[in-house]
């Protein structure tokens, strides 16, 4: 995203308002859609204990991760009910996942307690356990 906003930028920069107000707004777009801003990431302790008294779900992510960003995006607020835990932050978290995911880091990577672990879900089934976890 930042690399096509820099190309798009370069390509006004004659109309230098324009540049500046399309760098600007592509600024902007790329903290909205990235995982950094949303929310503190969690231990994976934290979260497997969590998970485990709690029944929490937690969805395993790295930055960058288009389909971790488009996850996050698409629960709108209730992404803060989730716990996330950052792969790339925590080695035991990669672990766990290679461990699901026959030895590939794939994310995002979804457990909900003790009872599924799905890899790169729809967002509407991870939005139907985070409704029922609220609600039950």
């Known amino acids: 995203m930042l690399v096509l906003g820099a190309w798009v930028v370069y390509l006004t920069r004659s109309t230098w308002p324009i540049a500046v107000?399309?760098?600007?707004?592509?600024?902007?777009l790329a903290w909205?859609?990235?995982?950094?801003?949303?929310?503190?990431?969690?231990?994976?302790?934290?979260?497997?204990r969590r998970a485990e008294t709690e029944g929490a779900v937690v969805i395993y992510w790295r930055p960058g991760c288009a389909y971790c960003a488009r996850l996050r995006r698409s629960l709108g607020s209730l992404r803060?009910?989730?716990l996330w835990v950052n792969i790339w932050a925590?080695?035991?978290?990669?672990?766990?996942v290679r461990g699901i995911n026959?030895?590939?880091e794939t994310v995002p990577t979804v457990l909900v307690g003790?009872?599924?672990a799905w890899t790169?879900?729809?967002?509407?089934?991870?939005?139907?356990?985070?409704?029922?976890?609220?609600?039950?």
């Not at 107000?21 to 902007?28: R, T, Y």
């Open 114 to 116: 003790t009872e599924a």
């Open 32 to 48: 909205w859609i990235s995982p950094l801003h949303r929310g503190a990431t969690i231990p994976e302790a934290e979260a497997k």
């Open 21 to 28: 107000a399309l760098g600007i707004v592509e600024l902007v």
């Open 120 to 136: 790169n879900p729809p967002p509407e089934r991870v939005r139907e356990a985070l409704l029922q976890r609220a609600s039950g």
């Open 102 to 104: 026959n030895g590939d």
């Open 80 to 82: 803060s009910r989730a």
């Open 90 to 96: 925590d080695d035991e978290a990669a672990a766990r």
